[in-house]
């Protein structure tokens, strides 16, 4: 489950349990709930602040919990409005917000990571993936809106429909992550750059960040029914 650590002005949410390496922090609904959770923790302090997520070992996020989905194909619709609640918390938080990628970012977790303001993706080893050509999955109007107004069109068109692997340097080069660090500094420099960045909590951020974000929170709130989300997840 994800947990919470700060560092100075900096709040740090790691996406998974301390000290496992190969948890891929899917999206379970209990997640999805200590994840806002956590935020509102955040949102209560006061003064310089901002925001870092990562994680440990080589995911950052694989994204759906695809083994509870399978067991709770009632809930599809409610639980992929709720997986849009992360993305919607994210794009308008009002405190400066860093992606620390540390490995692998995956189809709902890639676009975690996109929802943030900048992401800093580790050097040597990970993917920045969409796999869902792939899989046979459609994206929903709200994760085509969230990429479509966060990347290029272009790169939105490799992305999507080729479900390409992205490494850092090409991750960097496409827009999708604005920085790189090996592992052993990974943190520290997402850190570092939020640090820059505490001061800038002030009550307009929100107020900017929802504004430069319009088209795809509009899509997000668009709630996520049959004629949205063409598929049969079995």
């Known amino acids: 489950m994800p947990y919470l650590e700060r560092e100075g002005e ?24 200590e994840f806002h959770a956590l935020l509102d923790q955040v949102e209560s302090s006061q003064g310089p602040a901002a925001l870092v997520t990562t994680a440990n ?21 409610s639980y992929l409005d709720r ?29 975690l990571a996109t929802s943030h303001d900048f992401r800093v993706m ?5 993917y920045y993936c969409l796999p869902e050509v792939h899989l046979g999955m459609p994206f929903t109007v709200g ?3 969230l990429l479509t107004e966060r990347l290029s069109n272009q790169v939105c068109v490799r ?12 991750a960097i ?16 420099t997402a850190i570092g750059q939020a640090a820059a960045l505490a001061g800038n909590r002030k009550p307009n951020l929100s107020v900017i960040k929802r504004a430069l974000h319009a088209k795809a929170l509009a899509g997000l709130s ?3 029914t049959p004629e949205n989300l063409a598929f049969d997840p079995r």
């Open 143 to 145: 994760m085509n809106a």
């Open 57 to 77: 070992g080589k995911f950052y996020s694989n994204g759906l919990d695809t083994n509870w989905l399978f067991g709770n194909l009632n809930a599809t619709h």
């Open 173 to 188: 080069a496409a827009g999708i992550v604005d920085d790189k660090a090996d592992a052993a500094s990974l943190l520290a």
């Open 222 to 224: 668009v709630p996520t």
């Open 122 to 126: 580790r050097a040597d080893r990970g």
């Open 10 to 33: 900096v709040f740090v949410v790691y996406l998974g349990d301390a000290g496992q390496t190969d948890d891929e922090n899917r999206f379970h609904p209990d997640w999805i709930d």
């Open 159 to 170: 992305a999507m429909t080729t479900g390409h692997r992205y490494p850092a340097d090409e």
């Open 83 to 111: 997986v849009h609640s992360l993305y919607t918390r994210l794009l308008g938080f009002p405190l400066p917000t860093v992606a620390a990628v540390n490995g692998h970012a995956f189809g709902a977790g890639a676009m």
